[in-house]
């Protein structure tokens, strides 16, 4: 058994947000420059982990989806080509990013990394098919939206296109995955929540929707066997009344506590809900710790210093 064997698994779903920050246009210089804050620690971390790296695509697969307005004579592509699109550009920007950082540290020969294209399957009879519910993708005017071939929803900001977005069953290259941290690489892969796809007998097929990024790393924490699930985000963790006067943020909940906090709405759908389902997912699925933590504190919250612990009850 090589050492690295013995070295607990890390998994790190990076928020959308730690390329494009709010109030940003999100030039590629920003993007780089706002990864190096996660990536540094990342790469440290990577001395005594195995790593698992995931991220989100809101903001990267929303630009995509504005070029593909600004030019009719380009047949428009279906969503699962787009995601598959970020999981490239954004596999590619982690892993330069990361090697970068680890050239820093003197430890690049010692790691290696690979990104991967992942899809993940959904189930055609999930409920969420009947539904779309996932804003994304510019804002339209009430006559632009009109013109338009797919679903849209009235939103706070405008008309938006609406996706459906099902829930994650398996991650389909979880053995490579596993085959790939056990030979000790990083792993860079479920970008975007995954590439959707269902079964079609002995195939599979793409399908016009959007995973969640969040309930997708769980998925993969839980076949991958991770020991630490972190979700690095824009705020230092989940609070009580996000927003108010009163905003107390949870340095540490279990399963039940978040349970009741999610009946008295205190954590929205499409934000911070996704990832208090996913931390308790893995959590009651018997993973050993799951936090929720901003991207500036990643290592803190791994030492157990910062974040929002979800424990057992
Ligand atoms: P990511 O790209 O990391 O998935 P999201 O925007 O989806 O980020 O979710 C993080 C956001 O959730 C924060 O920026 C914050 O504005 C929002 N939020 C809503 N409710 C809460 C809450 N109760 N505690 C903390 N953050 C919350
Ligand atoms: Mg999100």
Same mark, same amino acid.
Do not use: W
């Given at each position: 058994?090589?050492?690295?064997?013995?070295?607990?698994?890390?998994?790190?779903?990076?928020?959308?947000?730690?390329?494009?920050?709010?109030? *940003?246009?999100?030039?590629?210089?920003?993007?780089?420059?706002?990864?190096?804050?996660?990536?540094? *620690?990342?790469?440290?971390?990577?001395?005594?982990?195995? %790593?698992?790296?995931?991220?989100?695509? +809101?903001? /990267?697969?929303?630009?995509?989806?504005? /070029?593909?307005?600004?030019? #009719?004579?380009?047949?428009?592509?279906?969503?699962?080509?787009?995601?598959?699109?970020?999981?490239? /550009?954004?596999?590619? &920007?982690?892993?330069?990013?990361?090697?970068?950082?680890? &050239?820093?540290?003197?430890?690049?020969?010692?790691?290696?990394?690979?990104?991967?294209?992942?899809?993940?399957? %959904?189930?055609?009879?999930?409920?969420?098919?009947?539904?779309?519910?996932?804003?994304?993708?510019?804002?339209?005017?009430?006559?632009?939206?009109? !013109? $338009?071939?797919?679903?849209?929803?009235?939103?706070?900001?405008?008309?938006?296109?609406? %996706?459906?977005?099902?829930? #994650?069953?398996?991650?389909?290259?979880?053995?490579?995955?596993?085959?790939?941290?056990?030979?000790?690489?990083?792993?860079?892969?479920?970008?975007?929540? +995954?590439?959707?796809?269902?079964?079609?007998?002995?195939?599979?097929?793409?399908?016009?929707? %959007?995973?969640?990024?969040?309930?997708?790393?769980?998925?993969?924490?839980?076949?991958?066997?991770?020991?630490?699930? $972190?979700?690095?985000?824009?705020?230092?963790?989940?609070?009580?009344?996000?927003?108010?006067?009163?905003?107390?943020?949870?340095? /540490?909940?279990?399963?039940?506590?978040?349970?009741?906090?999610?009946? !008295?709405? !205190?954590?929205?759908?499409?934000? &911070?809900? #996704?990832?208090?389902?996913?931390?308790?997912?893995?959590?009651?699925?018997?993973?050993?710790?799951?936090?929720?933590?901003?991207?500036?504190?990643?290592?803190?919250?791994?030492?157990?210093?910062?974040?929002?612990?979800?424990? #057992?009850?």
């Amino acid at each position: 058994m090589s050492s690295s064997r013995r070295k607990d698994i890390l998994l790190v779903a990076l928020g959308g947000n730690a390329l494009i920050q709010k109030g *940003q246009t999100g030039t590629i210089e920003e993007q780089f420059d706002n990864l190096k804050v996660p990536i540094r *620690q990342i790469a440290r971390l990577s001395r005594t982990f195995r %790593v698992l790296i995931t991220h989100g695509n +809101g903001p /990267q697969v929303g630009n995509l989806l504005m /070029q593909q307005e600004c030019c #009719p004579s380009v047949p428009k592509l279906p969503l699962e080509i787009l995601v598959a699109q970020t999981q490239g /550009q954004l596999g590619y &920007m982690i892993e330069t990013s990361l090697d970068s950082a680890l &050239m820093d540290l003197g430890i690049q020969s010692e790691q290696r990394i690979v990104s991967l294209l992942s899809y993940v399957v %959904v189930d055609e009879s999930d409920p969420a098919f009947n539904e779309p519910s996932k804003p994304i993708g510019p804002v339209y005017t009430d006559i632009e939206a009109r !013109h $338009l071939s797919y679903p849209v929803r009235k939103t706070a900001k405008g008309y938006r296109r609406v %996706v459906v977005s099902p829930k #994650p069953i398996t991650i389909v290259e979880k053995r490579e995955i596993r085959a790939l941290i056990d030979r000790d690489f990083i792993v860079i892969c479920c970008g975007g929540g +995954g590439i959707p796809v269902v079964r079609e007998g002995r195939s599979f097929a793409g399908v016009d929707a %959007v995973i969640d990024k969040d309930l997708a790393s769980a998925a993969l924490a839980k076949e991958a066997g991770a020991d630490i699930f $972190l979700i690095a985000t824009d705020v230092p963790g989940a609070a009580l009344q996000y927003g108010t006067s009163e905003q107390r943020f949870l340095r /540490q909940m279990t399963v039940s506590e978040a349970q009741t906090y999610c009946e !008295h709405g !205190h954590f929205p759908p499409g934000s &911070m809900l #996704p990832k208090i389902e996913a931390a308790c997912q893995f959590i009651s699925a018997g993973g050993k710790r799951s936090v929720i933590t901003s991207i500036l504190d990643i290592e803190a919250a791994v030492a157990g210093k910062a974040g929002t612990e979800i424990r #057992p009850d």
